[in-house]
């Protein structure tokens, strides 16, 4: 009797009070929801709100076009570098670089440059060496160089043009030389009426055209005046500078 009684009261108050209670139901639905969402977006943060520290950052690009003041700035160097001067082979002071590297290939340790006995060198040697000194005296070219120029040259007098011509330097014809000459191989050789005379011609030679410049070196320095004339031009000979140092000191001609 007490549940039926109860059920009846109950079913009593909803009709009476149903609507009421709708709105309370809707309310609090409204209300979970929310709750429900607020706990969902605290639980994960934003996708927006999260810091990217995995990600690599992003390499710069280059510029496809240099900015108008880097070029301004760079015309500007340009202009203020002073252009490299050429330097003369030979100036009135001396040589100005006359030690340049360069990648001319080296002579052999053992490189044979005067093909005679020591004893016909010797000999030469001996014959000259007052004439070289001289002409160093007279001219300012050092005895060593004349020396060891006209060994190369004439092999130490035994060469053919050295023996029919007293030509010890091997020098050629120009449109300067009108005395009597000599043709070996279609190359006109100058010829002297002795020795003494090619000695003479050939301090003439270095002194008085293209070489003169190399009078003003020390006459002791022997290695700037052998390069001095290969830079000259003297010889086609890439290593006669080489060559000549060598026979200096080969043979004592430094004393």
């Given at each position: 009797m007490k549940m039926r009684a109860y059920q009846a009261t109950t079913l009593t108050f909803l009709q009476n009070h149903w609507f009421k209670l709708a709105i309370v139901v809707i309310v609090l639905t409204a209300f979970a929801g929310k709750n429900?969402?607020?706990?969902?977006?605290?639980?994960?943060?934003?996708?927006?709100?999260?810091?990217?520290?995995?990600?690599?950052?992003?390499?710069?690009?280059?510029?496809?076009?240099?900015?108008?003041?880097?070029?301004?700035?760079?015309?500007k160097f340009t202009e203020e570098v002073p252009p490299v001067a050429q330097e003369s082979i030979i100036s009135k002071t001396g040589l100005?670089?006359?030690?340049?590297?360069?990648?001319?290939?080296?002579?052999?340790?053992?490189?044979?440059l005067v093909i005679a006995p020591e004893v016909t060198i010797a000999a030469y040697v001996k014959r000259f060496e007052k004439v070289a000194v001289t002409e160093m005296e007279k001219f300012n070219i050092p005895a060593s160089i004349t020396l060891a120029q006209s060994?190369?040259?004439?092999?130490?007098?035994?060469?053919?043009?050295?023996?029919?011509?007293?030509?010890?330097?091997?020098?050629?014809?120009?449109?300067?030389?009108?005395?009597?000459?000599a043709t070996y191989d279609g190359t006109c050789m100058r010829s002297y009426e002795s020795a003494w005379f090619s000695?003479?011609?050939?301090?003439?030679?270095?002194?008085e055209g293209t070489f003169k410049a190399l009078t003003n070196l020390?006459?002791?320095?022997?290695?700037?005046?052998?390069?001095?004339?290969?830079?000259?031009?003297?010889?086609?000979?890439?290593?006669?500078?080489?060559?000549?140092?060598?026979?200096?000191?080969?043979?004592g001609l430094v004393r």
């Open positions: 429900l969402n607020v706990n969902f977006r605290m639980g994960k943060p934003a996708q927006e709100e999260q810091p990217m520290l995995q990600e690599a950052p992003k390499a710069v690009q280059p510029l496809l076009h240099t900015p108008k003041e880097s070029i301004k700035k760079r015309e100005l670089s006359v030690f340049s590297g360069d990648s001319a290939p080296t002579l052999a340790p053992d490189a044979e060994l190369l040259a004439s092999q130490a007098g035994t060469s053919i043009i050295a023996n029919q011509t007293n030509n010890y330097f091997n020098l050629e014809c120009d449109n300067g030389w009108t005395e009597k000459t000695f003479r011609n050939h301090s003439k030679h270095l002194s020390d006459k002791t320095d022997y290695q700037r005046w052998a390069k001095g004339l290969e830079l000259a031009g003297y010889s086609k000979d890439p290593l006669y500078a080489e060559k000549l140092i060598r026979i200096i000191e080969q043979y």
